[in-house]
């Protein structure tokens, strides 16, 4: 058994309600390992009462990595990129600086760091993680996905980027691109790649206001929110 655990949903934004009130991160629990994504500023849980076997980092922004603004200190195996650990003010004390494009593994999970296009100044990264032949994508802050056909290649689960539904979030500077892609253009992915399971994180303003709309719009794809477990 697999199980996923939104420990937050929440984008970096000043609005929160019930549902969406902590900064997007994700526990995942398989055969009694347990491996954490992302650990922002708003949190409920501290590191030491989750346990994780070992912490991903996406990217740098302060939602997703709180050494950004805080010196917090645990014995925890912490993966990252060489520009997330450079552009933090403080550094985790386990230190695991990872290339995207390799397999590592932690316990029973397999996963591999690839590119996205999200930020200039905090270059991120998505999660691919393998463990009990399922596979999953872990993508919450994103434009594009660098080399898409490989990594959405054989994936059951592809989790988003939740900031917007029909606002256009993508800006330009010279040739890059950065931001965030609509849920609909991700939607599309997954149907071209054959991913049947949906789910979307780090919601946004104008997210959280339409949830209804687009869950009678798009019955394919779920909204995670706080504390909510998917067993696979």
């Not at 009694?32 to 650990?39: F, N």
């Not at 905090?122 to 802050?141: I, R, W």
């Not at 979030?169 to 609509?182: K, P």
Request: hydrophobic share 35%; proline share 3%; with cysteine.
């Amino acid at each position: 058994m697999l199980k996923l655990i939104f420990l937050g949903t929440k984008g970096e934004i000043e609005e929160s309600n019930e549902k969406h009130r902590y900064n997007s991160s994700l526990l995942l629990v398989s055969e009694g390992d347990r491996l954490l994504v992302d650990y922002g500023m708003l949190h409920q849980y501290n590191l030491e009462e989750l346990a994780p076997g070992a912490l991903l980092i996406t990217h740098a922004h302060p939602d997703h990595y709180v050494w950004l603004e805080q010196d917090i200190q645990a014995d925890i195996p912490v993966y990252l990129t060489e520009e997330t650990l450079a552009y933090g003010k403080f550094k985790p004390s386990n230190i695991n600086v990872i290339e995207p494009g390799e397999y590592i593994t932690e316990g029973s999970f397999q996963f591999l760091a690839y590119r996205v296009l999200h930020s200039i100044r905090c270059p991120a990264v998505g999660y691919k993680v393998k463990t009990q032949n399922k596979t999953l994508v872990y993508n919450p802050d994103l434009v594009d996905i660098v080399n898409k056909a490989e990594v959405l290649a054989d994936v059951d689960y592809y989790i988003g980027d939740g900031s917007s539904i029909k606002s256009n979030l993508v800006r330009r500077r010279g040739d890059t691109l950065f931001g965030h892609t609509r849920m609909t253009t991700q939607i599309n992915w997954c149907k071209k790649y054959g991913i049947d399971h949906i789910l979307f994180t780090h919601l946004g303003r104008e997210t959280t206001a339409a949830e209804d709309e687009f869950g009678r719009d798009h019955p394919e794809a779920i909204f995670a929110y706080d504390g909510m477990e998917v067993i696979i």
